[in-house]
Structure formats: C-alpha cells, structure tokens
C-alpha cells in the first residue's frame, strides 16, 4: 500500500514569510497528526484529526500555526508569519483507528529553514 | 502525564555485539509502550509495540523489548548488531487517545 505523502519535502523562507505543508494520509486512515521536530529531539505533536474534526490541538501555537483537514482526507498546516524557532521537520502521520496503541505511520517529513 | 526518559543519547557498538538502548517510563496507568526507527533523510518507522499482552515483545530486525512495571523500564535490545542498525531510535508512549509522547531520542552507531 502507498505510504504517507508529504510535500514539499524541503523549504527555506525568510522569517516573517509564510508556509504551508500538504499531507495525504494512507488512504482509509481516519486519523491524522502533525508533529514537530526539531534538530536533536523527539516529534513533538501539534495537532491531531479524527476525520475532519480536532481531537487535539493542545500544544499547536495557535497564533501563527493552522492547520485544517477538508473532507477528512487531505491536510494542511500553514505557518504565518515564521519566526526562526520554527526551523524543524514537519512530519505527518495517520492511524487506521484513534483510541489506546493503534500502529502511527510516518510520511519522510518536510524539513523548514527559516534564516 | 505520561512521559519516557532515554538513558543514553548515544550509544556505540561492534557489528556483531549485543545492543542495548534504556528507556524508563512514567505513567499513571497501564502505558502502550513503542519503540520506532529513524533512519537518515527516512520517516519514522515502527519497531515494535507493548500494548498489555505479553511482557516479551518481538520486532522486526531481530530487535525486542521487555516490558518491567516493577522498575518501570522498557529497554530495547538486539543480539547481534548489524550495521545497517545505525539509526536514531526513539521510545514512545500512548499518552491516551493514541497521543504520543516521544523521548529524546537515542542514536546508535555500529562501527564495523
């Protein structure tokens, strides 16, 4: 079966610019997350989708991040302005079902610079 | 809150010798408990998972982990290491509604 698509897998931008990442997930996946990570530590989450609803957004910086997923397939997460800190990996994941220990499968991630 | 702790940010080996990565868990109720892969310029990939069933869990590549509530460990090991091992290997647990929280992480290098 196809993997995780994420694009673009690269991007530099000035701070103060704005970004946007596409994910689509494996398909019949009904959850989707987006984590964080940045150089030297673990993913982080920021925001998790059951179909097109929010289950969490707890620690997604609501300020500058978006994110959004129409008809519970596809996804986005946008980034406006940038600041330098959000220099990471942007990984996107998804899991067939939500609830305790169900198997997470990663896409290869976009890696932002922001100089 | 649930939270891992790695031991080891990095740790050495000779191919051919036993490999060892410590990971301790905190958790307040019975965790799932992973362990992913991440190789250079890949996505992360799954290892192997503890989900209450047995203590002793297999993996794939030969790795496996031991699930011990009485010293809240979760350590991964392998008995020989090969060298397309080298990776950096992360300690993962279900925080509740497949919330995960990921350790630093360990990186493992395996000198031929």
């Known amino acids: 079966e196809a993997g995780v698509a994420q694009s673009p897998r690269y991007k530099i931008i000035e701070k103060r610019q704005s970004v946007a990442f596409w994910c689509n997930p494996i398909?019949?996946?009904?959850?989707l997350y987006w984590y964080q990570q940045i150089l030297g530590q673990g993913p982080k989450l920021l925001i998790q989708?059951?179909?097109?609803?929010?289950?969490?957004d707890s620690q997604l910086p609501k300020d500058r991040f978006s994110a959004e997923r129409l008809k519970g397939v596809d996804s986005t997460l946008k980034i406006q302005p940038a600041k330098l800190e959000d220099s990471a990996v942007y990984l996107c994941a998804s899991s067939l079902v939500s609830g305790q220990g169900p198997e997470q499968y990663f896409g290869p991630g976009t890696r932002l610079t922001v100089t | 809150a649930q939270s891992v702790t790695q031991l080891d940010s990095h740790v050495s080996v000779s191919e051919g010798t036993p490999v060892l990565l410590r990971c301790n868990y905190s958790s307040s109720y019975s965790p799932s408990l992973f362990w992913y892969v991440q190789h250079p310029n890949k996505g992360l990939q799954l290892l192997l998972k503890?989900?209450?069933?047995?203590?002793l869990v297999k993996g794939i590549n030969g790795f496996e982990a031991e699930f011990k509530k009485s010293e809240t460990s979760f350590h991964l090991t392998k008995p020989s290491a090969h060298m397309s091992d080298a990776a950096e290997y992360f300690c993962v647990v279900d925080s509740g509604y497949s919330t995960l929280t990921f350790g630093k992480g360990t990186m493992l290098l395996v000198s031929p």
């Open positions: 398909s019949g996946h009904a959850t």
């Open positions: 989708f059951q179909n097109n609803g929010v289950v969490d």
């Open positions: 503890y989900t209450s069933a047995a203590t």
